[in-house]
């Protein structure tokens, strides 16, 4: 199975928002610029995101992007479905129907075998993303990676991150 480019940038995206303090938000261009990627691509999955609830746009001069909830709460079956798509990453086109060996369609009354083992890998996929959730995955990186990472992205992430208003007068 591939995942497309957009799933890693999604997820280093809400990583790094993950670290933003309090209301504070991100803007697309300088995560776009964090990553190395075009901003207007990855507006795009950042849109999705925001669709999904994930993230929360911010619009206005100071605006940007922030977590919509807190990261104990996003896991990364939220972001990789949100980007995507809920369809399986199999779609059975019962192709063993077609063909000169082809059959009549009483022929074909149990399901695909092929299709069934599919959905149950995808099942068990889409499982152990559900239990990743991304708090997890930030702490495992701040206390596994090599320290000159975290520091150069916790200082990334200071010299980007915009303040807000307090969520009592925060505009929407």
């Known amino acids: 199975m591939k995942l497309g480019e957009g799933v890693e940038a999604a997820i280093h995206c809400a990583a790094m928002l993950a670290g933003v303090d309090g209301a504070a938000t991100m803007p697309g261009a ?3 610029e964090a990553f190395g990627l075009s ?6 999955h950042l849109n999705m995101l925001t669709a999904q609830g994930i993230l929360e746009s911010v619009p206005g001069p100071a605006g940007g992007y922030r977590l919509a909830r807190p990261a104990e709460r996003i896991t990364l079956l939220d972001i990789v479905l949100a980007v995507e798509g809920r369809e399986p990453a199999f ?5 063993r129907q077609r063909g000169p060996v082809r059959l009549d369609a009483s022929a074909y009354v149990k399901p695909c075998g092929i299709n069934a083992a599919m959905l149950k890998a995808e099942r068990a996929y889409r ?26 992205g916790c200082a990334f992430v200071a010299r980007h991150q915009r303040p807000q208003k307090s969520s009592s007068t925060k505009q929407a």
Request: aromatic share 4%.
């Open 127 to 152: 499982a152990a993303l559900a239990e990743a959730r991304l708090s997890d995955i930030v702490a495992a990186y701040q206390s596994d990676a090599d320290p000159r990472s975290v520091a150069a």
């Open 39 to 44: 901003p207007s691509y990855l507006l795009k």
């Open 91 to 95: 779609r059975c086109g019962e192709i």
């Open 30 to 32: 300088a995560m776009a």
